[in-house]
Structures are given as C-alpha cells and as structure tokens.
C-alpha cells in the first residue's frame, strides 16, 4: 500500500485525475453552498436565454433558469448515475467472469464467447435496447447504464482468473484439498481487485458519456432535471443567443470524464505495473 | 490464418448475429403491455386486438413465433413497425446509406490523421510534440461525441457558414458530423499506433533497414508502419461498434437520415420492431467489419497465410 501511494504520487497524470475527481466530489457535496440555495428548476421567462453577467454568471437557459445553478444541481445527478450504474455492473459482471475463468469447460467457454461478442456490440446501443423495454427516466437510465457495462467487467474479471488459475499458489491451494469456494474468495478474487478497481474508474468515464448523450437525446430524465446532457438537449436552440447553455455543461462533462479516464489509467500504471501499456 | 480458419470465423460470426437477433426477439417479451394491443392502436376494440393476435400468429407457442421471426429474417422481413403499421424493412432500407456513408468517412478520417499523428508522436518521442499529441488524444477521448458536434456546428455553421449545419444532400453537409464522429476514435487510433510504432522502431530488421543506409521515410513507411498496421487493423475492427455507438449519436446531432436518427425515434415512440430490425442490422455491420480487418490483416502480413 506505501509502495503503491508513493508511486502514485509520482505519477503525474494519475495525480491530475485523482485532483479533478476530488474537486468534483467536493462541489457535489458543496452543491447547496455554492448555489446558495437557488432553485435549479425556477422557472423566469422575462429572463430567458440570458448572456452571462453579474447576476447570472454564466446566463440563464431557454426558460431563464440561472446556468450556473443548473450545472453545479446536474453534478449529483450525473456522477451518480454513473456512480450506481457501474456498480450495478460491477456485482453480476464479477461473478459470470470469475465463474465462466474458473470453471472453463463448455459452459465457461460460451459464456465468454457471448461475452465477447456483447462487448464488441456498442454499449449506447444496449442501453437504448433497454430503454426500448423499460422506458425513460432516471432509474431507467441507471438500469440501463448499468446493464449495459456487465459484459466489459466479467470481460475483465474472465482475463484475471485465467492469468491466476494455473498460478502455483492456486495449485498448491487445491492440492492441500481446499475446497473451489475458498480458492476463489481467498486466491483469486484479491488479484482480480487491482483490474476491477481500474475498470471502475474508466467505467465511471464511458458511464458518464453515454448517459449524458442519452439524455441528450431525450431518452434519460425528464425535461427539468439538470442533468448535464439534457441542458444541452434543451440549449440546442441557443446556439447563437447563448452557447454557455451548451459551452458549460459540456465543459462539466468532459473535466469529469477525463478525470475518471487519467485516474483510472493511473492506478493501472502503478498498481500493477504489469498491466502497464 | 488459413482459408479454413477464415471459414470459422465467419461460422462464428454468423453464430454472432443470430444469438443477437434471437436475444432482441426474447427481450421483446419483456416489453410491458400486449403486442397485439400495441400493433392495433390505444383505441381499437377487443375484437380487433383478437384478430390481430391470431392473425399475427401471437397467440402461438413462443418457438413456433421464434421460428417464424428467424425465417422472416432471412428473407429481409422484419415485421411491421408500431408507428407506421407498414413493413420495417421499409423504412429501414432508405437509411442504410447514409449511416453507412458517414461511418466510413468518420473512419477514413480517424484512421488517416490517428496514423499519421501516432507516427509522428513515435518517432518525435519524448519532445513537446509528443507530450501535445498525446493530450491532444486524452482529451478527444473524453469529449462526448455529440457536444463536439454540436460545438462544431456552432463555430464552422453557425458563425462561420463553411457548412451547413444539418440535413443530407451534399458532401458539405456530410463534413462536420464526419469530423465530429472521427474525433474520439482519432484519440484512440493515435495512442495505438504510437505504442505500436515505439514496438517495432526497437526491431532488428529496422536497426538493420538503417544500418545498410535506407532512406529514412522508407524505413518508417516500408519497414516499420506496415509492421506496425497489424494491431491497428485489428483494433479499427474491433472498435467500429463503438464507432457506429458514436453515429448513432452523432446523426442526431446533424439530423442526418440514418438508422441513428430512425433509432432513437424508434424508442422514444417505443417502436420495439424497428429498434430490433436496427439493432440486428447494426450487429450485421459489426460482424462485418470484424471480419474484413482479419482479410485486411491478411493482406498486410503473409506470414498470417501460412497458417
């Protein structure tokens, strides 16, 4: 764990992601302070499609709701649908891809294959197909998001078991007669967690793009919500009036986004050197 | 990779699309509310939603419907969409092109300027050049697709009028949704072919290409890039989905006609026959291109044809 900690923080751009995601979990949780209590959803026509000034400092949307509001409430929102989505991925994703490594044989092997052929097909797409079936909202796009990353963790999870099953220490293990369960929670699930931890991070990141672009594309909250791909879908008309509407919550996508990207990448450099690329 | 090897991997493939389109048919299931209600319309009496079902053959044992849907398929049915109550097929088929024609530039596009930007990052290693580039490639990573869209088309369309800003028709029309799609796969062709450039650049037979005095731009593009394409190949394969993901929304972005704009309309409406008919389509053009990146491998290395 030292050794780890001092290697990351040597690790610069590791060090950069690892700075915007604590700035970005802090101004969630200081979301009602910096708002100071302003209502994202508040409603003000006469001031609609407002330039940015003093009073709105980065102008107001089509229906004159304060931006700068709207983009610090849409933070919570965002980041927990990725937040929830990746880690209802991570539980099932897990579990198909330790069982199908372990117990190879038919089964684990069309599993796998099925696997992989889910994980070259687009996520957006499976998420979509999900939405089709369930509809939209928010939970919807939780589900949707989450269901749709199963196949890339249990990809993962596959990859590590078949790099540590032939281990000696997993033969010796099962020489001295412990039982399947034991080698698995004991043996292998402990290497897996350097590589799962890393596909959490970036998973955060690609959850976060698709569910913005969904919501862009009216299949994610309903209209209110600050979500930031639906502020977006809503400034599309303002492109000439007011492109903050579109210029801020993109920005607010894309810091996040990367900062999940260069986190993930750097626990992958230092963690497990192995899996450097 | 021998003739025979080649065959199975079109087996699988094949195998592919038909797990795909069997797992869209199950999932239909799941869809809340009666198919025969949704085809006949809220408002229709319960002797049409009866006619409709037996009609529709929905009252028959799932692997008789199953069945029949698999060799409706075959001979390019796809059923009758809920909005229109006419054949998919037919408003599927006016869409192919254009999502077609705009992946494919978006490809050409990544693939050109990732090539050369890698190959430029490899052999300029470690310089400003390098650093740029790789930032550069990060954050095109982390832009989403259709803010870059929309970004572009405020700045070259809307303030500049280089291009229109929406529709189909032109080649103009057909340039900032390209580029906005070509963005993020840019970012990660680029990053592959620098780490596979730096791979090769070590090798002996380059050291040797050098040594006996080859030109330089020769020994990069003759010995090393053609060397180096093989991973890349391989990954532009394996990442068209995610490309295809990206025009999906990238085309309603730019209101381009393609499956993308019909797709999302198709679930907003919750139109489950027209997004299966999608969706297996698009399954069909991944496997494709899976499987032309294993010919276009082929053609780069020999060595692969021996087997």
Redesign the interface.
């Not at chain 1, 070259?120 to 797409?125: G, N, Q, T, V, Y």
């Not at chain 2, 990573?141 to 803010?147: C, E, R």
């Given at each position: 764990m030292a050794v780890f900690l001092r290697r990351f923080r040597r690790h610069t751009?590791g060090m950069v992601g690892f700075a915007i995601v604590l700035l970005i979990c802090l101004a969630v949780l200081a979301a009602p302070v910096l708002t100071r209590g302003a209502d994202p959803l508040a409603v003000d026509l006469a001031n609609s499609a407002q330039r940015p000034s003093a009073q709105f400092p980065l102008g107001t949307d089509e229906m004159g709701r304060d931006l700068l509001t709207r983009v610090i409430a849409g933070a919570p929102i965002s980041l927990s649908i990725a937040v929830v989505g990746v880690l209802l991925a991570m539980i099932p994703g897990v579990w198909i891809g330790l069982l199908a490594g372990f117990y190879e044989g038919r089964i684990g092997g069309w599993l796998m294959?099925?696997i992989d052929?889910l994980v070259?097909?687009?996520?957006?797409?499976l998420a979509?197909?999900i939405?089709?079936?369930a509809?939209?909202g928010i939970s919807q796009l939780m589900f949707a998001v989450g269901l749709s990353s199963i196949p890339i963790f249990a990809r993962v999870m596959f990859v590590t078991v078949q790099s540590v099953r032939h281990r000696d220490f997993v033969q010796a293990a099962a020489a001295l007669g412990a039982r399947d369960r034991w080698i698995l929670w004991r043996h292998i699930l402990p290497n897996a967690f350097a590589p799962i931890l890393v596909q959490a991070s970036l998973g955060i990141?690609t959850s976060l793009?698709i569910a913005?672009?969904l919501s862009?594309?009216?299949?994610g909250p309903p209209p209110p919500s600050p979500e930031w791909?639906a502020i977006?879908d809503g400034g599309?008309t303002l492109?000439?009036q007011q492109?903050m509407v579109?210029?801020a919550p993109?920005l607010a996508?894309?810091m996040t986004?990367?900062g999940f990207?260069?986190l993930g990448d750097g626990l992958r450099d230092t963690l497990d050197p192995r899996l450097k690329? | 990779m021998t003739f025979a090897m080649l065959l199975r991997r079109l087996g699988?493939l094949v195998v592919?699309v038909l797990?795909?389109s069997v797992a869209?048919f199950l999932?239909?299931r799941?869809?809340p509310g009666d198919p025969a209600r949704m085809i006949a319309g809220p408002e229709a009496p319960a002797e049409v939603v009866e006619a409709i079902r037996r009609d529709w053959g929905l009252d028959d044992p799932l692997h008789i419907q199953l069945g029949r849907f698999l060799v409706g398929l075959a001979t390019g049915d796809f059923g009758d969409s809920y909005r229109t109550r006419g054949p998919v097929w037919d408003e599927v088929k006016t869409r192919l092109m254009p999502t077609f024609l705009l992946s494919v530039t978006g490809l050409g596009l990544a693939l050109t300027f990732g090539i050369a930007a890698g190959v430029l990052a490899a052999i300029r290693r470690g310089t400003v050049l390098d650093t740029g580039l790789s930032v550069v490639s990060?954050?095109g990573?982390?832009?989403?697709?259709?803010?870059v869209g929309?970004?572009l088309?405020?700045f070259f369309a809307?303030r500049l009028r280089w291009f229109p800003s929406s529709g189909w028709g032109s080649w103009q029309h057909l340039v900032l949704p390209a580029f906005s799609l070509g963005v993020g796969f840019f970012a990660s062709i680029s990053r592959m072919t620098r780490?596979s450039m730096l791979e090769v650049l070590q090798d002996d037979y380059v050291r040797t290409a050098r040594a006996k005095g080859v030109p330089r731009v020769k020994v990069l593009l003759k010995h090393a890039l053609r060397n180096a394409l093989l991973p890349i190949v391989t990954i532009a394969g394996?990442e068209f989905?995610?490309l295809?993901?990206?025009a999906?929304?990238t085309e309603?972005v730019f209101a381009w006609p393609g499956m993308g704009t019909l797709?999302?309309n198709?679930?907003?409406f919750?139109?489950?026959p027209t997004?299966q008919a999608c969706?297996i389509l698009?399954?069909i053009c991944?496997a494709v291109s899976?499987f032309l990146s294993d010919l276009l491998n082929l053609y780069v290395d020999p060595r692969l044809r021996r087997g």
């Open positions: 751009s294959r099925s052929a070259a097909f687009p996520r957006i797409l979509m197909v939405i089709s079936i509809g939209t990141a793009q913005a672009g862009f594309l009216g299949l791909g977006i599309r492109i000439r492109p579109i210029i993109g996508i894309a986004v990367l990207n260069l690329r | 699988a592919t797990l795909v869209t999932a239909m799941l869809v990060t954050l990573i982390s832009l989403p697709v259709f803010w929309i970004l088309m405020m809307a780490s394996l989905g995610r295809l993901g990206g999906v929304i309603s797709m999302v198709s679930v907003k919750r139109d489950y997004v969706v698009l399954a991944i899976t």
